[in-house]
C-alpha cells in the first residue's frame, strides 16, 4: 500500500532528545490558543468585543430608530386624544332669491333676506376627554417600553452573535494550530520509519488526520464567514465590511449576583415586554371606563348672530344633545371593552410567566456552561495533556503505538473546544437573562 503523497526518509535517526523536544513543540503549539490577542488601535473596526458591536447598534440600526420612531409617535396622540374638538361654523343665507323684492338673486350676505352665522362647540360629557388622553397616554407608553424592548433584542442579538464569533474565530485557530502540530507528529513518524522503528503505516496515518484537519478548517472558515456576515448585516453594515479579531469576552457575574429571587424581583420591575402589557392592560382599563361614559350625551353649544342688511339684528343661542338610544349597542361596547380589558390582563399573565420560565431555564444553562467550562479546564485538559506527554513518550520508546498517539491529540483538540463551547455559551445564556430582567447593556 502506497501512502497519499511520497514519505519523506529522515537522514538520520530520531536523538535520544527529540522527546523532549516533540514534548515542548507541542506543548507550545497548543499553549498558542490560550494567548490573548493584542488590543485594538484606535478607529480599528467593531468586533474586538461585544461593547464594540452595541456601541455600533445603538446608533446604527434601523430597527431601533424604527421602534423609536413608533413610540414618539405614538406619545404624540395623548395631546389630540384629549382635545375638545374642533369648533364649526355655519353660515345659512335666507331668502337669497330676494322673492317680493326688486332685486335679483345673490350670494352676499348683505344683499339677501338675513344671514345667519352658527358658531357651534362639541362639549364631551365629563370624564371622556379624561379617559381618552389616559388611554392615548397608556398606548403612548406601552409602545415606549416595546423600543426598549427592541433595543434589549436587538443587544441580546448581538451579545450572541460576539460569543458565536469569538467561538468560531477560537475554534478556527485552534484546528490550524493541530494541523500544524500532527505536522511535526508526521516528521516524528517519518524519521522513525527511515530509522526502522515505526511502519509506514504511522506516516500515512499523520497525513490522513492532516486531510482531515484541512476539511475542518474549511469547514470552519465557511462557518466564521456566515457569523461575520450574520454580525455585520445586525449592525447594518456591508455583509463583507472588516470585523476586528474577537479578543475578550463579557466576565461573568459571580452566583451571588444571580440568585433567582432577585432576578426575578428585578424582572417584574424592568422587564420591557411586562411593562408594555401593563401599559395595553391601562389603557384598556380606560376603554372599559369610556365605554361606560358612553351611556350619557355629549353637548352641543351654538351661538348665532343674525346679519339683516349690513348690520346684525339679534342673536340666537343653541343647545344640541345626542340622546344615547341605541342601547343594545351601547351594551355590546361596553362587553366588547371589557372583553379586551381581560384579553389584555390574560396577556400580562402570560407574558409574566414565560419570563419566568425563561429565566429559569438560562439560569440553569448558564450554570451548566460554567461547569462545563471548569471541568473541561481544571480536569479535562490536564488530563488530556498529560496523557499526550506520556503517549509522546510513549511512542519515542516504542512503547505506544502512532494511532494512540493521534488520539491523545484529538483529546487535547476537544477539551478545548468543549471549554470554548461552554464559554460561549455561557455568553449566550448570560445575554438572555440581561434580556429578561431588562439590563440595560
Known sequence: MHPARPVRPARTPASPAAPRRLAAACASAFALAALPVGAAPPGAPPGASAESLLEVLRESSPDLAAARLDAQAAAERAVPAGA?????????????????????????????????????????????????????????????????????????????????????????????????????????????????????????????????????????????????????????????????????????????????????????????????????LAAAEQGVRLANLDRYPDFTLGLAPIQAGSHVGSWELMLEVNIPWQQDTRRAQEREALAKAEAARARREAVANDAYGALAESLAALEAARRTESLADRTLLPQAELTFQSAVAGYENGKVDFATLLDAQRQIRRAKQERLKARAEAQARLADIERIVGEEP
Do not use: C
Open 84 to 280: 375638545l374638538p374642533d369648533p364649526r361654523l355655519r353660515v345659512e343665507l335666507r331668502d337669497f332669491t330676494n322673492a317680493g323684492r326688486d332685486a335679483s338673486p345673490s350670494l352676499l350676505p348683505g344683499r339677501v333676506g338675513s344671514t345667519k352665522y352658527t358658531f357651534m362647540q362639541t362639549l364631551p360629557f365629563f370624564g371622556k376627554r379624561d379617559a381618552r388622553r389616559e388611554a392615548a397616554v397608556a398606548e403612548g407608553e406601552a409602545a415606549a417600553r416595546r423600543a426598549d424592548g427592541t433595543w434589549l433584542d436587538l443587544a441580546t442579538r448581538a451579545k450572541t452573535a460576539y460569543a458565536q464569533y469569538y467561538f468560531s474565530s477560537g475554534n478556527l485557530r485552534l484546528t490550524r494550530e493541530v494541523l500544524d502540530l500532527v505536522a511535526r507528529l508526521e516528521g516524528v513518524a517519518q524519521a522513525r520509519y527511515a530509522a526502522g522503528l515505526a511502519a509506514q503505516q504511522d506516516v500515512i496515518r499523520a497525513q490522513v488526520e492532516q486531510t482531515q484537519l484541512r476539511t475542518d478548517i474549511v469547514a470552519q472558515e465557511a462557518e466564521l464567514a456566515r457569523v461575520k456576515a450574520r454580525i455585520n448585516a445586525l449592525l447594518a453594515r456591508e455583509a463583507g465590511a472588516p470585523l476586528a479579531e474577537p479578543e475578550r469576552l463579557r466576565p461573568l457575574p459571580p452566583p451571588a449576583h444571580l440568585r433567582p429571587a432577585d432576578l426575578e424581583e428585578r424582572l417584574r420591575a424592568r422587564n420591557p415586554r411586562l411593562a408594555a402589557e401593563r401599559s395595553r
